[in-house]
């Protein structure tokens, strides 16, 4: 195995918010993570390809009430598995992400969600590069470019940041790896969490550079995502998916049907 490729922590966001998940609510599901997309909890969908995975050691999830998480009907044949444990989130995410990196002794992890349900191996794969390619990165997201996406579900509604030369979607997959910096910028994004899909508000969250730099169209995102790295101490990359898939995740009945459609799709492939 290559240097630095070797298997990573997974912590796997699978909370809601404090008033409920509006999806989950509509469907009568107890908790988001138990919607079913195509037969079975969306949640039990991305453990099956993560648990798959070769890249993949223990898998940290990371609830309101794991435990009830992993009692429902699709997921009771895990409960206990050895690369599954289960953890009581915080207040939000970042105060959670930052306990649990504390709590389980990690000192790198890769951070995704239980709405995730195209995640593939490939995917991670691919994301994953990122640690060979630049060895001392701090902080990885992967993000996907609009054409790619509408080149291949022009259907599709995701809500883009817009910078020179193109704009991006998150695609639900984070590398942290735990500095000074990164407490740093965990604390700080526990104060504009409520703003993560608001992206002009986002970016000037980070400094004047990079709001007028964005607003003006004269900074790439990756040149961006440097720059807001840099605030912080922090190596900071961009990583571009070439799945358009890698951005669908599962928010609203739109798509939910789209995943589905798309879940029918590899199964008769």
């Given at each position: 195995m290559p240097e630095n490729s070797?298997?990573?922590?997974v912590v796997l966001l699978a909370g809601d918010r404090p008033s409920g998940d509006p999806l989950a609510n509509a469907l009568g599901?107890?908790?988001k993570a138990l919607v079913p997309v195509a037969g079975k909890a969306m949640l039990r969908h991305v453990l099956d390809r993560l648990l798959a995975s070769p890249l993949v050691a223990t898998i940290h999830i990371l609830g309101q009430n794991p435990a009830a998480l992993l009692g429902h009907d699709d997921l009771a044949d895990l409960a206990g598995h050895p690369r599954i444990m289960a953890h009581m989130s915080k207040g939000n995410i970042s105060e959670s992400v930052s306990a649990l990196l504390d709590e389980a002794q990690l000192?790198?992890?890769?951070?995704?969600?239980?709405?995730?349900?195209?995640?593939?191996?490939?995917?991670?794969r691919h994301f994953l590069t990122i640690r060979q390619k630049v060895p001392n990165v701090d902080l990885a997201i992967a993000l996907v470019e609009r054409e790619t996406l509408l080149a291949a579900y022009p259907e599709a509604k995701r809500t883009w940041l817009k910078t020179r030369g193109g704009a991006w979607s998150g695609a639900n997959l984070i590398l942290l790896r735990r500095s000074d910096g990164m407490d740093r910028l965990l604390h700080f994004w526990r104060d504009i969490e409520q703003n993560r899909k608001r992206g002009w508000k986002l970016m000037s969250a980070f400094g004047p550079l990079l709001l007028i730099g964005a607003?003006?169209?004269?900074?790439?995102?990756?040149?961006?995502?440097?720059?807001?790295?840099g605030r912080f101490g922090l190596i900071a990359r961009l990583v571009d998916m070439p799945q358009a898939e890698a951005c669908i995740d599962v928010d609203k009945p739109s798509d939910l049907a789209l995943a589905e459609r798309i879940i029918a799709a590899r199964q008769s492939a």
């Open positions: 070797h298997p990573i922590d599901a107890q908790y000192g790198e992890a890769l951070v995704t969600t239980a709405d995730n349900v195209l995640l593939t191996e490939a995917m991670i607003f003006c169209r004269i900074i790439t995102m990756q040149r961006g995502l440097k720059i807001a790295g």
